[in-house]
């Protein structure tokens, strides 16, 4: 485990709690957050409609954000070694990123149109993954 605490993998803990935080919000928020987020039409309308489906689809990806925010800080060397650290940290990291870049085959193969929170949510992504890689490559081998 890490003896100084790392703070790439600290800032990645607190973006994946600020995005799990956001998740719970669009629940409470309702439709309208859930389409101004680019959750679509579908579970906008079921939303609004009080359907359970969007709430606890949005519950599953906030609690795995969370999850991934103590792993985070796991790596970090702010809490104790969670079980498979290293890997569990590889396996979110290439999620963050192959999430970021999924948009680019999309533009050029099957030439669809990226809308706005297609490219936002893409950059974020990248953005997570690549803060998420550079802490991680800091502490591999104390692991």
Do not use: D
């Not at 600020?18 to 919000?25: A, E, G, K, P, T």
């Not at 969670?82 to 050029?108: D, H, K, N, Y």
């Amino acid at each position: 485990m890490t003896t100084t605490m790392n703070s790439l993998l600290l800032l990645a803990a607190v973006l994946n709690a600020i995005c799990s935080l956001l998740h719970v919000l669009i629940i409470f928020g309702g439709a309208a957050w859930y389409r101004f987020f680019g959750a679509g039409e579908r579970m906008a309308n079921a939303a609004a409609s009080g359907e359970w489906y969007p709430a606890v689809i949005t519950s599953g990806i906030a609690a795995v954000l969370m999850m991934w925010a103590a792993y985070a800080l796991s790596g970090a060397g702010v809490i104790p070694p969670l079980p498979f650290i290293r890997t569990c940290l590889g396996i979110i990291t290439v999620i963050f990123l192959c999430r970021g870049f999924a948009v680019v085959p999309l533009f050029l193969f099957a030439r669809a149109k990226v809308n706005g929170f297609m490219a936002w949510s893409s950059l974020i992504c990248i953005a997570i993954g690549f803060v998420h890689l550079s802490g991680l490559m800091q502490v591999w081998a104390q692991f």
